[in-house]
């Protein structure tokens, strides 16, 4: 396929040259997609886009105290009297006349516990409902012209949207014990909401616009821009004020990154097949 078509795979080839570092490259690509993304946010029709996540995290969150919080501190309190190191602890504390270190430990662990997933379940709707919403929003203003040549675009997002949202809250869970060694209480966090951010935004961001050749290229191309984008949304939630619009800013973050990187892609490819033609090259 390279051979037939070589003037097409030497320009591909070159990409990078074409591009220049300045421009959907690195961390200019970066900090041009959060400039945009900071104004973007300022606009009515976004602000106004805030509340939908926002609620349904309240919701969820709320439902889940309602529900779960007596069976999960419960359950806590018991696996708590098998901790031989937490009791030994607790004994001393009581001793010295201090407070007793079970009485906050449970309550803290269940809100670590309960309210990542209501959080998760903000960034799915997010995904889901919020950014197609961002996607008209932007691509209007900023991306005229750039052509939809996704397919099954809503099925594919909201498999998506799903499995990495079941696979952050288990690994959530399942990774909690180590919280007790620092500074995993710190980094495990990072780590799984950097996660969640990179792999469920990327997608949705680009899926409706991009065809599968197009947006192969771009996630091989852009992977550590994409993981530098989420790891920065993960730092900013580790401030709970920002929980209000970060669902929505870091959908209009990836969306103006990814659409950027794929109307700069068409830019330098004379053909839709270029996109293909390139993941074959990295492939090979």
């Not at 795979?9 to 300045?22: F, I, K, L, S, W």
């Amino acid at each position: 396929m390279i051979a037939a078509c070589p003037n097409l795979y030497m320009r591909m080839a070159n990409y990078d040259v074409v591009m220049g570092p300045g421009q959907a490259n690195g961390l200019a690509a970066v900090g041009l997609a959060f400039k945009r993304a900071l104004v973007s946010q300022l606009h009515p029709k976004m602000l106004l886009a805030l509340l939908l996540p926002f609620f349904i995290a309240l919701l969820g969150a709320i439902i889940l105290l309602w529900f779960f919080w007596d069976p999960l501190t419960g359950w806590l309190e018991t696996q708590a009297l098998d901790w031989q190191i937490l009791n030994s602890i607790d004994q001393w504390m009581l001793a010295v006349g201090l407070f007793s270190l079970k009485l906050y430990l449970v309550p803290l662990l269940a809100v670590a516990i309960l309210l990542p997933l209501s959080g998760i379940l903000g960034l799915v709707i997010a995904a889901v409902f919020v950014m197609p919403i961002v996607l008209r929003h932007i691509e209007k203003r900023e991306y005229p012209g750039l052509v939809r040549k996704g397919q099954y675009s809503t099925t594919y997002g909201a498999w998506n949207a799903v499995w990495v949202g079941i696979l952050f809250s288990l690994g959530w869970l399942i990774t909690m014990p180590l919280w007790l060694i620092p500074p995993l209480p710190v980094l495990l966090p990072i780590f799984w909401w950097s996660f969640a951010f990179t792999r469920m935004l990327r997608v949705d961001a680009v899926i409706e616009h991009a065809n599968p050749g197009e947006r192969k290229w771009i996630w091989r191309r852009y992977n550590r821009q994409y993981w530098l984008i989420g790891l920065c949304m993960a730092l900013i939630n580790l401030f709970p004020p920002a929980w209000l619009v970060l669902p929505v800013f870091s959908a209009l973050v990836f969306a103006h990154f990814s659409l950027e990187a794929l109307r700069r892609l068409r830019q330098h490819s004379p053909s839709p097949a270029a996109a293909t033609i390139v993941s074959e090259r990295e492939d090979l």
